[in-house]
């Protein structure tokens, strides 16, 4: 009967761990997101942006994102990028085009820590939408409703955070449903 009890508490603190640590360390693509991992390396990982990883290594930004940070990256899914008009993404990752792709990528990218919750606060703050300064220069106006943030980039387009808070050891990723463009 001990023996039993003790097994049974011994697969519930299993089960208790296992659920603390999916919480903890969220699925993106189908990859687990560590946060002892820098934003390459988890970004690497997921199934839905190899896109995106493709872009920041035609880019040259495999190293600044490796990097001590903090960052916060809206991290565009493959099918953001296949949204785009066609012929753009393969135009973008032409060696020619580089200085145009890391423009767009680094409107993708904050030099901060910014949790949703703390981006929320700063939305309620300025009676409903905060503008964001991103790396590349870009002003995104980020906005509430219903507990989910959209972004809205410098051409009325609106993304949608899809997954909140992925935590890195460098900063944070959210994940969006549409490409940040620069005005251009």
């Known amino acids: ?22 919480a903890k360390n969220p699925i993106v693509g189908g990859a687990t997101m560590f946060d002892s991992k820098n934003i390459i390396e988890n970004a690497m990982n997921s199934k839905d942006h190899t896109t995106l990883v493709a872009a920041v290594k035609a880019a040259g930004l495999v190293g600044t994102l490796e990097g001590k940070g903090p960052f916060t990256v809206f991290a ?12 753009t993404v393969e135009t973008l990752l032409k060696p020619e085009n580089k200085a145009t792709l890391t423009k767009v ?18 939305i309620k703050a300025d009676g ?6 991103t790396v ?11 507990g989910k943030i959209t972004l809205t980039d410098e051409n009325g387009d609106v993304a949608h955070v899809t997954i909140a808070d992925v935590k890195q050891s460098n900063g944070v990723i959210h994940v969006v449903d549409k490409v940040l463009l620069p005005k251009m």
């Open 1 to 22: 009967m001990i023996k039993s009890l003790l097994r049974g508490f011994a697969l519930a603190t299993v089960l208790s761990a296992a659920a603390f640590a999916a």
């Open 76 to 87: 565009p899914t493959n099918e953001a990028f296949a949204a785009l008009p066609k012929g």
């Open 128 to 133: 409903g939408a905060h503008d964001i300064k």
């Open 105 to 122: 990528l680094t409107c993708h990218v904050v030099a901060a820590d910014a949790m949703a919750k703390t981006v929320a606060k700063m």
């Open 136 to 146: 590349g220069g870009c002003v995104i106006k980020a906005r509430e409703n219903m």
